[in-house]
């Protein structure tokens, strides 16, 4: 396992374009493309105002960079570097901008979501999309990327609007039975549409890619509702994690519940397996010392080995019981990610912040719990392979795979919290992310 | 008694009194029969004695007469007086009066005893019932206050079941108001979230409109060439037709999804099929055949038998791979009949098991499942703990093979044997020894022993010779003297030499220091038959040679 150097970053937009042969990332209001395997800056780029957003346009040879203060996206060209393009939004504001899959249209979301424009980069055709819903994922795209599924709200109900994305034709338009849409989702063959509703109401609806309402799944009342949601590559599962700490999954057949997993604080079954964090060598204490060292250097100098034991079952968790008369709560399954291969589900509950339970699917059964010394940050699947990797907002980067558990130390001067994470879409190398740095861990293919 | 006093002394107070004096005495000059009933009245007859004694007196004789007349006659008795009116007594009749009176008196004294039996009865049932009355009154007090009591605690259990009940309402409606207040609220929330949304739109409207009223040459795209597209086609019109292709594109998307995942399930399907069948079989094949169960045949087998008929045929051509209803049902059913088949058998397996078991206990022949599963147990524990053994012992074995390596603990380790062999041999030695004492110790007795037997003998000969030779010389005193002193020399040279070489013949082997005292003492041998009393090594000599005289008698 190979690390390269700290490189500056700022807002965690650090991003291997699809084709895995670049890395883009920013700081402040310049652009850096770089060689994803050298880390060798082939680009660079440099933006009107400071960057909040950048997306690689599916093919690799386009980044847009958004800046919604300022209402601009600017796309760069990698094939031409003086190829320049400006999107003004102007008084409209921008709220949110993304490529369309064929990579030649920019859909940018106007503030107070009063409408999706449409910018087409080979004519000068604009199109808008009225009364868009102000949701979280409000836009969703097959992946093929032939139909985008839009949610919309008009008189106080929610629609949802299918188009074409060859020709931005609207295909169908259809109410929903939610009250307040939350999210919409595209399974992973691009014939079902999932429509949740908000955490007030257990609800979500399944419908096909013609409209037609498939079925409805509503596990209870009353209480805090769907979370996140997951679809399994092949389609074949929806995974379901809501506020209860609980993951339901449906079949694609019947869209009925098969499994109830629930996130207990306790582990009592023998035949899960607990990987525990524990610190290899104790910390020096600081105070000790004569000479009061920076932070900085006392992180590195003093910074612990960590490894993993794994745990006698009963195992109890840290749970946290958070506040109750707070909006968003941090409870229930928070994060849900199935492995490629369809074989592991990797869930979060909010409860118990340090946990990452994986599942094993063919079984349907716990499979594995890592332990963490720290509050779980983000986990990400390797693309190719199960294989998990987890950090923690430490310097430490986790891989978990059916054969073992490792954690290891990002050799990095100075402090490095890694936030977030990305893998490569070879699985060959990952990207960290801090709040200031981001570093390329380059992976042996018989690590782990 | 006491009543009859009363009345009559009042009235008769002084008068008569002899006459009652008379009366009195000869109650108690009467038979002894009625002794036992006077004894009883005889205290008051005592105060009646005194009393009447006031009856009659001197001078109202006539009086008291005439009175006790009167009354006699009131009671029924014939008159005292021998005539009516007269003055004269009838003797006969006053005794008869007063045997009657006495009789009178006597039924009236055992009347008043059975009355007074009676009423010391009357009075005991009395006081028994008086008892029991109180008992039973204490009794029923009790039960009153017990009564008393559960009524109190029913009251108290009721009124607690009663506020419970009361309770489980109030919650009960305390959740039904709750319920009902979540409703409402959400109702007025959902309203008041639709009225803001409302205003929320109406702001958005006000806002599109100015912002498109604007016509902000901001909002612009400036781009310095365009890009072609990502397939490198151009850029259709939107017409009718692109409509209906991309509707038929859709439709096309779904259909092969559908059509994939039918495939999915037909073949998932023909797998679950074939393994049904498969388990049919295995179930035919393991249960036991038909002819033991007519009744199930009759039933269940005909139709089974057209069934397996059917499906066979189906099989044959393949048929079965349609997925029609009757033939699935048919499968199912089939399958579930034979599998019920199976279960009833298994059972009465079952239960023939246990009672062979039952049965085992008396037959040892018949060995139960149970039994013969705990043997194999035991024996495979038996067999690893062999195993175990074995191997530890290997273990040791060769530890002590690859151990010479070292040359010091392969000395060390043959010392040590070679002490061990030392000590035993030692031992063993010392045992010997041991055993060695005591059999020269043992043969030294036997030795002991034959010599005094030998001497024993000697004694026994010698006498037997002397007695002999008494004899003899007494016999042959007479003419044989001369021949008899000659002859002796060389006859006792040849006796001599026999002794000796009989005597070189011992009993016994011994060794030679032994050996060598009873040889010794013949060449003390002096002849010297004619003295009896001679030394003791000559009488030695004798018994030797008379031994030998002895043997070659005897030979």
Redesign the interface.
């Known amino acids: 396992m190979n690390f390269s150097e700290l490189l500056k970053l700022s807002g965690l937009l650090g991003r291997f374009s699809p084709d895995g042969k670049c890395l883009a990332s920013c700081v402040q209001y310049r652009l850096v493309v770089r060689d994803a395997s050298t880390l060798q800056p082939l680009q660079l780029y440099t933006c009107l105002d400071q960057i909040q957003y950048i997306e690689w346009s599916?093919?690799s040879l386009?980044i847009l960079c958004a800046m919604y203060k300022r209402g601009i996206v600017q796309?760069w060209?990698l094939e031409q570097p003086?190829?320049?393009?400006?999107?003004?939004?102007?008084?409209?504001g921008l709220v949110a901008s993304c490529w369309s899959p064929?990579?030649?249209h920019i859909l940018n979301t106007t503030e107070?979501h009063?409408?999706i424009t449409v910018?087409s980069?080979?004519?000068?055709?604009?199109s808008y999309i009225k009364y868009p819903k102000a949701c979280q994922q409000g836009i969703a795209f097959t992946k093929d990327g032939?139909?985008m599924a839009v949610a919309e709200?008009r008189?106080?109900k929610d629609f949802i609007s299918i188009f074409?994305c060859?020709?931005w034709?609207l295909?169908r338009h259809f109410d929903t039975e939610t009250?307040?849409l939350f999210g919409i989702e595209w399974s992973p063959?691009?014939?079902v549409l999932a429509v949740w509703d908000t955490c007030l109401e257990y609800k979500i609806l399944l419908y096909?890619?013609?409209g037609r309402l498939l079925s409805t799944y509503r596990a209870y009342e009353?209480s805090l509702g769907i979370k996140s949601i997951a679809w399994s590559p092949s389609s074949q599962f929806l995974a379901i994690g809501s506020y209860d700490e609980k993951v339901r999954i449906l079949n694609?057949?019947t869209w009925k519940k098969i499994i109830e997993f629930e996130h207990p604080a306790t582990i009592a079954n023998t035949k899960t397996i607990v990987y525990k964090e524990v610190e290899k060598s104790p910390s020096v204490e600081t105070e000790r010392l004569s000479f009061s060292p920076t932070r900085a250097l006392a992180s590195s100098l003093f910074s612990t080995e960590s490894k993993y034991d794994i745990s006698q079952v009963p195992v109890s968790l840290q749970y946290i019981k958070p506040v109750a008369d707070r909006a968003n709560p941090k409870m229930g399954i928070g994060m849900l990610a199935f492995s490629p291969d369809n074989c592991y589900l990797a869930t979060k509950n909010d409860n118990i912040p340090n946990a990452v339970w994986i599942w094993d699917i063919k079984k349907l059964k716990l499979f594995v719990v890592l332990e963490q010394l720290c509050a779980i940050q983000s986990f990400q699947w390797d693309p190719r392979q199960p294989r998990l990797a987890v950090c923690t907002g430490n310097s430490k980067v986790y891989l978990w795979s059916p054969a073992g558990c490792v954690s290891v130390q990002v050799p990095a001067e100075g402090d490095f919290p890694i936030v977030s994470l990305s893998w490569h879409s070879s699985g060959d190398s990952l990207v960290l992310l801090s709040k200031d740095n981001f570093c390329v861990c380059y992976l042996e293919r018989e690590e782990v | 008694m006491g009543d009859w006093k009363t009345i009559t002394v009042p009235v008769l107070s002084s008068d008569s009194k002899d006459i009652f004096q008379y009366t009195s005495e000869k109650k108690i000059s009467s038979s002894s029969m009625n002794s036992q009933v006077l004894r009883l009245p005889l205290p008051s007859s005592k105060s009646v004695h005194s009393f009447f004694s006031a009856f009659c007196t001197e001078e109202n004789i006539e009086q008291s007469i005439s009175y006790l007349n009167r009354e006699l006659t009131t009671l029924g008795f014939p008159s005292i007086y021998a005539e009516s009116k007269g003055k004269e007594l009838n003797l006969i009749s006053i005794i008869n009066c007063m045997n009657d009176l006495l009789v009178l008196q006597h039924k009236n004294l055992r009347a008043q005893e059975e009355v007074e039996m009676q009423h010391l009865k009357l009075g005991s049932d009395m006081d028994h019932l008086q008892n029991c009355y109180a008992k039973l009154k204490e009794q029923l007090e009790l039960s009153k206050r017990e009564i008393v009591g559960l009524q109190e605690r029913d009251r108290q259990l009721q009124s607690k079941n009663r506020n419970l009940h009361q309770l489980l309402k109030n919650e009960k409606d305390e959740v039904q108001k709750l319920q009902n207040i979540i409703s409402s609220r959400a109702t007025q929330y959902n309203h008041d979230m639709k009225r803001k949304e409302r205003e929320y739109n109406k702001l958005k409207e006000r806002l599109n409109q100015l912002v498109m009223n604007k016509k902000d040459k901001k909002i612009a795209m400036e781009v310095l060439n365009y890009v072609g597209r990502a397939d490198g086609k151009r850029g259709a019109w939107r017409t009718d037709k692109t409509e209906a292709r991309n509707e038929e594109e859709m439709y096309k998307v779904l259909l092969s999804d559908y059509q994939e995942r039918q495939k999915q399930l037909l073949v998932e399907n023909a797998e679950l099929k074939k393994v049904l069948q498969q388990m049919k079989k295995e179930i035919i094949s393991l249960l036991p055949p038909q002819k033991q169960k007519p009744k199930e045949r009759s039933e269940d087998g005909t139709v089974l038998s057209d069934l397996e008929e059917d499906i066979g045929e189906l099989n044959k051509e393949n048929m079965w791979e349609l997925s029609c209803e009757t033939v699935r049902e048919q499968l199912t059913n089939s399958i579930r009949k034979q599998w019920r088949m199976l279960k009833n058998h298994v059972e009465k397996l079952d239960s023939q098991v246990s009672r062979v078991h039952s049965e085992a206990l008396n037959d040892k022949d018949v060995i139960s499942r149970e039994d013969h599963e705990l043997e194999t147990e035991k024996l495979e524990l038996e067999i690893q703990q062999c195993k175990e053994m074995i191997k530890t012992q290997q273990q040791l074995l060769q530890q002590q093979l690859m151990s010479p390596c070292d040359d010091d603990t392969n000395l060390l380790l043959q010392d040590c044997y070679l002490l061990e062999e030392r000590e035993r041999l030692q031992e063993e030695w010392r045992l010997f020894r041991d055993q060695k004492k005591n059999f020269e110790k043992e043969r030294r007795s036997f030795t002991e022993a034959a010599i005094r037997l030998g001497l024993e003998r000697k004694a026994f000969e010698e006498d037997r010779g002397a007695w002999l030779k008494q004899q003899f010389l007494s016999m042959s005193t007479d003419y044989k003297h001369s021949e008899n002193v000659t002859t002796p020399s060389s006859d006792q040279n040849n006796r001599l030499m026999k002794s000796t070489s009989q005597q070189r013949k011992p009993h016994y082997t011994l060794s030679r220091p032994v050996s060598a005292e009873p040889c010794q003492t013949p060449q003390y041998v002096t002849y010297n038959s004619s003295s009896a009393a001679s030394k003791k090594p000559a009488g030695d000599s004798k018994i030797y040679q008379w031994q030998a005289s002895d043997k070659e008698e005897t030979e």
């Open positions: 599916s093919d386009f796309v060209s003086d190829w320049h393009c400006k999107i003004d939004e102007g008084s409209a064929d990579g030649r107070f009063l409408r910018w980069l080979c004519t000068k055709s604009v032939r139909y709200r008189d106080c074409v060859n020709d034709q295909l009250q307040d063959n691009g014939c096909s890619l013609d009353w694609h057949v």
